[in-house]
């Protein structure tokens, strides 16, 4: 029996954990929404007129409202997240129904897409790349599904996401928070995947709870839950927990405890590839005019 690729579990303990996460309700994370909003403000600098989009992450009312004429696909990894555009706020769910087409829903893996080569002009994505092990590879899918002079514009958690979380876990050699990807190094996959110029920046943005069990509700509620292969199997004992609540009690200002989440934005264009499957150099010429002649 050939031995399951690596990082397989970890695959599997994330997949289930978005699934939970959606049948609970996670499209009603208001962080997600903030951040969505700020993502369209963005797209005021763009000029863009896609003919479908492919939206991964369950913002897609929000963008089909920008684009109204155009075709809509809502990726999700589950019928509960699938059609997450109906649960992210009135809001949304106002907008969704005055847009002329609403997006059709796609139950699938991120990083492998039933969609044709080069069949979309935007890739819409809210926060979904931090929850991939492998980002390179669902940039690279990203890339194909992309028209050439296509647009990936995208959102996801940076290092400094819940800083104040992992330094209150410190004393406990299991991992309580997930890794994640530095600005920079997404921008160098974004160059690696075949992305033109990107454009990368970030911000933190704190949210603040009364309690430490507010804030682990809250993160639960929203999939941000422990899905790393090398995490504790058991139950977190009491006294861990209460460690780390103690440990936390340290980061509270005026009564309230941050926590803090580094947002990273991202866009880059599909640019015509320079290069064939086969890695011989495409070179272009230009037909001359009518009547002219070259010596």
């Known amino acids: 029996m050939p031995a399951p690729p690596a990082g397989w579990l970890d695959r599997l303990a994330a997949r ?3 699934i939970r996460a959606a049948r609970r309700g996670v ?4 962080l ?3 951040i969505a909003r700020r993502m369209l403000e963005r797209l005021d600098y763009i000029k863009l007129a896609p003919r479908r989009i492919v939206d991964v992450g369950g913002s897609a009312a929000a963008v089909c409202a920008r684009y109204p004429g155009a075709t809509a696909i809502a990726v999700g990894s589950s019928p509960s997240a699938s059609d997450a555009e109906r649960r992210i706020g009135w809001q949304a769910r106002i907008r969704g129904l005055l847009a002329p087409r609403p997006p059709v829903a796609l139950i699938a893996d991120r990083a492998r897409l039933p969609l044709a080569a080069e069949s979309c002009d935007l890739v819409w994505s809210n ?17 194909r599904v992309l028209a050439t002079d296509g647009l990936l514009m995208f959102s996801s958690l940076g290092p400094d996401t819940l800083k104040e979380l992992r330094a209150a876990f410190a004393n ?3 991992p309580h928070v997930h890794p994640f990807v530095d600005m920079h190094d997404l921008g160098d996959l974004l160059v ?3 992305f033109a110029d990107p454009v990368m920046d970030m911000e933190i943005v704190t949210l603040t709870y009364s309690g430490f069990d507010g804030l682990i509700a809250d993160l639960r509620a929203s999939g941000q839950v422990n899905a790393l292969a090398i995490r504790r199997r ?8 209460d460690r780390a609540a103690r440990a936390y009690a340290d980061a509270v200002r005026e009564g309230r405890m941050p926590a803090s989440f580094e947002i990273v934005y991202g866009h880059a ?3 015509r590839p320079r290069a064939a499957a086969d890695d011989r150099h495409i070179i272009k010429f230009d037909r001359a005019p009518s009547g002219s002649r070259s010596d």
């Open 192 to 194: 690696a995947a075949g």
């Open 234 to 241: 058991g139950l977190t004992g009491r006294s861990v927990w």
């Open 172 to 174: 406990d050699p299991q």
């Open 16 to 18: 289930r954990a978005n």
């Open 32 to 34: 997600a929404g903030e």
């Open 269 to 271: 264009w599909k640019l």
């Open 127 to 143: 926060l979904a790349l931090a929850r991939s092990d492998d980002p390179g590879a669902v940039l690279h899918e990203w890339a």
């Open 27 to 30: 499209f009603d994370d208001p």
